[in-house]
């Protein structure tokens, strides 16, 4: 059975550092790997989708990296501002179950401080 | 284009009640999911419908239950409302063109949270 795992669960940083945060899978034959961010309360928000066969997928400031043969995602956000605190979610399809069903990390929650 | 709408936002009721939440998908979207997430379980996938059909479902009691119009708007509904029930209920939807929706990107709606009291 597929876990997925964030670690660390909290984490904070003054403005303007580098964020980097980290996923882990157990089993390496994943479709693709997908991070969300979650705002308190709120719903999630697609920020990139990263296909097996690509090692790293970029959207302005934000650059994913997949390594699938060590079970690993790294999101990077450069240049932190104190809006990019949130809950980072990583999710990647479920292998017995090819229909809707994502299996998410448990998130890691972000403070960037002014 | 619209993003995914979820109705109501916010519901308070007591145990033994019933709901029923409601989610527009994407114009276009065919495959429409559902997610429960609370503090101490996280995420966990509840079903997922394409075509008014239920093609999966997740590990929750008989109390949860939904339905997709043709219009591809979905419904869940939770009967015999309990306290452990008070969680965020997510919808997603993706295009559903593919020959199976949980690889394609899922976009989530805000949410309903529902309070079991």
């Known amino acids: 059975k597929q876990e997925v795992t964030q670690i660390p669960a909290a984490l904070s940083v003054p403005e303007g550092e580098n964020l980097v945060l980290n996923c882990s899978f157990t089993?390496?034959?994943?479709?693709?790997l997908q991070w969300f961010r979650q705002d308190p309360g709120k719903g999630l928000t697609s920020l990139l989708l990263?296909?097996?066969?690509?090692r790293e997928q970029t959207s302005g400031r934000l650059n994913a990296s997949l390594d699938k043969s060590s079970g690993r995602s790294t999101l990077y956000i450069a240049a932190s501002q104190p809006g990019d605190s949130a809950t980072y979610l990583c999710?990647?399809?479920?292998?017995?179950?090819?229909?809707?069903?994502?299996?998410f990390g448990a998130g890691t929650q972000v403070v960037v401080t002014p | 284009k619209a993003g995914v709408t979820q109705t109501p936002r916010y519901l308070i009721k007591t145990r033994g009640q019933q709901v029923t939440l409601s989610c527009s998908p994407i114009?276009?979207?065919?495959?429409v999911s559902w997610y429960q997430q609370t503090p101490g379980q996280g995420l966990q996938f509840l079903f997922e419908?394409?075509?008014?059909?239920?093609?999966n479902k997740g590990n929750f009691p008989g109390r949860f239950s939904g339905r997709q119009f043709s219009n591809s708007r979905s419904e869940m509904n939770v009967s015999t409302l309990e306290l452990g029930d008070s969680a965020l209920y997510l919808c997603?939807?993706?295009?559903?063109?593919?020959?199976?929706?949980?690889?394609?990107?899922?976009?989530f709606g805000p949410g309903t949270r529902l309070l079991v009291l």
């Open positions: 114009s276009g979207h065919r495959s």
């Open positions: 990263i296909q097996s066969s690509q």
């Open positions: 997603a939807s993706s295009p559903g063109t593919g020959s199976t929706s949980s690889r394609e990107t899922q976009y």
């Open positions: 089993d390496s034959a994943i479709y693709n």
């Open positions: 999710a990647v399809p479920d292998l017995t179950d090819s229909w809707g069903k994502l299996q």
């Open positions: 419908y394409f075509s008014e059909t239920q093609r």
